[in-house]
């Protein structure tokens, strides 16, 4: 959801004449599709049929990229917003998706740390420490 909206918030402005928002606009466009793939893949349980395949690290690699181009993404929105601008409602569509690319570089962040922990198998929870502690 954060990521559509920070590309809904730069497609609503006038993006086209600053190049700086294209790789915005890429970067959330792109991210937001394969993340919705990857939803749906496991809302449908695809993993499973596809079993040859490291989810783990796929996911933990995917999220990792995410978060280095969303680092990209948010420096180059927050730089390029101009409180100088005549048109105050781009300058406050610019200013709120700067504010949902850094909360969703923090999300990213977020996956890519628990997805290393999955793919490394520190995931436990208490169950599975229990059983694992008597076995």
């Known amino acids: 959801v ?5 590309w809904a918030l730069i497609a609503d402005t006038t993006y086209h004449l ?8 890429f ?3 792109f991210f937001w599709i394969v993340t ?3 939803f749906v893949t496991y809302l449908l349980q695809l993993q499973l049929k596809f079993y040859m395949v490291p989810w783990p690290l796929v996911l933990m690699i995917f999220n990792a990229v995410a978060t280095i181009l969303y680092v990209t993404a948010f420096v180059t929105c927050a730089a390029a917003v101009q409180p100088t601008s005549w ?6 569509r610019r200013a ?4 949902f ?8 962040g977020a996956s890519t740390f628990f997805s290393f922990r999955a793919w490394k198998g520190l995931g436990s929870n208490a169950a599975t420490s229990q059983v694992s502690d008597h076995a």
Do not use: P
Not at 87 to 92: C, E, F, S
Not at 96 to 99: G, L, P, V, W
Not at 101 to 108: D, K, T
């Open 27 to 29: 970067v959330s466009i």
């Open 87 to 92: 048109r105050q409602w781009d300058y406050n």
């Open 96 to 99: 709120a998706a700067s504010f």
């Open 36 to 38: 919705v793939l990857f």
């Open 101 to 108: 690319a850094c909360l969703v570089m923090i999300a990213y």
């Open 2 to 6: 954060l990521g559509l909206l920070v």
């Open 18 to 25: 600053h190049a700086a928002y294209s790789w915005v606009m």
